[in-house]
């Protein structure tokens, strides 16, 4: 059956290839199909990491959405995942704190988070109150995902097309959940936001009988502003929990709480930079505390290929109050344009979490990337 998939899902990927065309489109005006098919390679050279092998992986991702638009203010969204392999985060590849890759794998589209639900990630119905030209209310619920709400960046948010450690996708001490029934509110005037997201989430991630279901509440304010070097995007996001997570004794439930900012400012039309920077509090057991990170954003309008772009991102992480002191995260990825669908990234990682006690693991991931979107 794992041979089957692979094979069905690298044959899909072969099409993309040779044709450059996607199969996406809008059906009418009020119906369409659309969604990315990416497969990731990634080889690890690591060091002082007993158990663990300096090896390659991959893996191969297919997650389709369909859309329907009945009027100008409703949409309803559904969107499925599909996997083949689980690349170097699967279960006793990586050393690292930090996965390498920061998308979903293929035991991710599986009982996902507890609910014995399978392939479906989120189907939401959405109506949006339109009271002027840049006023704006909108109103989100179902099966939803907070990462679609909170914690925006421009240039260090989508590991399908920008950084591809889990570091630098989002602020992993945000503990910000997916796939999940909950409801978002999403108020817009001129150039300032307000985001409010609610979740029942199924499992807390937890072993055993410490395993149970929580509640998750975020809030994101934003305000969008042009300087004249182009668009910059200032945000402060709150979130926390009901108390269902075990500190370190496990002798007592606590909640999650943290505080962030996200901000990226385009330079002109070659350079951006971005900066994302969160702290969270320890009463319970975490294994991040703290984030400090930031990065460049090359256009490829410097070499006249404006579907093109190199990233530079280094994120800095302190650990909350287990086996990992602080962890450092360095990478750099090339993306290149081949169609308007079609694009392929060269990647290059350093990590290295620096342990309390014991080994200190470190070494290099080299990725490749290839991504169809339609």
Not at 129 to 144: A, C, P, Q, R
Not at 172 to 193: C, K, V
Not at 229 to 241: A, H, K, S
Not at 321 to 342: A, C, K, S
Request: aromatic residues 14%; proline residues 2%.
């Amino acid at each position: 059956m794992k041979k089957l998939k692979l094979g069905f899902l690298l044959a899909i990927l072969g099409v993309f290839l040779l044709t450059g065309n996607g199969f996406g489109y809008e059906i009418n005006d009020k119906f369409s199909i659309g969604g990315i098919i990416a497969g990731v390679g990634q080889y690890q050279s690591i060091s002082d990491a007993p158990g663990f092998e300096s090896e390659g992986r991959g893996l191969i991702l297919f997650e389709p959405e369909i859309s329907f638009t009945p009027t100008d203010n409703d949409e309803l969204f559904v969107k499925f995942g599909f996997g083949a392999g689980n690349g170097l985060d699967g279960e006793g590849r990586s050393p690292f704190m930090i996965a390498p890759w920061g998308g979903n794998i293929q035991d991710d589209y599986k009982d996902i988070n507890g609910r014995n639900r399978d392939y479906l990630l989120t189907a939401w119905y959405k109506h949006t109150f339109s009271f002027s030209e840049d006023h704006s209310l909108g109103l989100t619920g179902g099966i939803i995902d907070a990462t679609d709400y909170m914690d925006e960046n421009a240039f260090a948010n989508d590991e399908y097309t920008q950084f591809m450690n889990g570091a630098l996708v989002n602020g992993p001490n945000a503990f910000l959940p997916s796939y999940d029934i909950g409801a978002a509110i999403e108020w817009e005037i001129g150039g300032f936001s307000v985001k409010g997201v609610a979740m029942a989430l199924g499992s807390n991630g937890e072993e055993g009988d410490l395993d149970e279901p929580y509640n998750f509440y975020g809030m994101q304010f934003a305000y969008t502003v042009d300087f004249g070097l182009g668009e910059g995007n200032y945000r402060l996001i709150v979130d926390t929990t009901s108390s269902d997570f075990s500190n370190v004794a496990g002798t007592k439930k606590e909640r999650l709480s943290c505080a962030m900012i996200s901000f990226d400012q385009q330079l002109g039309e070659i350079l951006g930079a971005w900066i994302r920077f969160g702290w969270q509090d320890d009463k319970a057991a975490v294994y991040c505390k703290s984030i400090y990170s930031g990065g460049l954003n090359i256009s490829g309008n410097l070499w006249g290929r404006e579907c093109d772009n190199i990233g530079i991102g280094y994120a800095h992480l302190i650990g909350g109050n287990l086996e990992v002191d602080h962890t450092d995260v360095f990478e750099v990825y090339g993306r290149f344009g081949l169609t308007d669908i079609f694009a392929i990234t060269a990647d290059v990682q350093y990590m290295k979490d620096s342990m309390n006690v014991g080994d200190s693991p470190d070494g290099w991931i080299f990725g490749l990337r290839m991504t169809a979107e339609f």
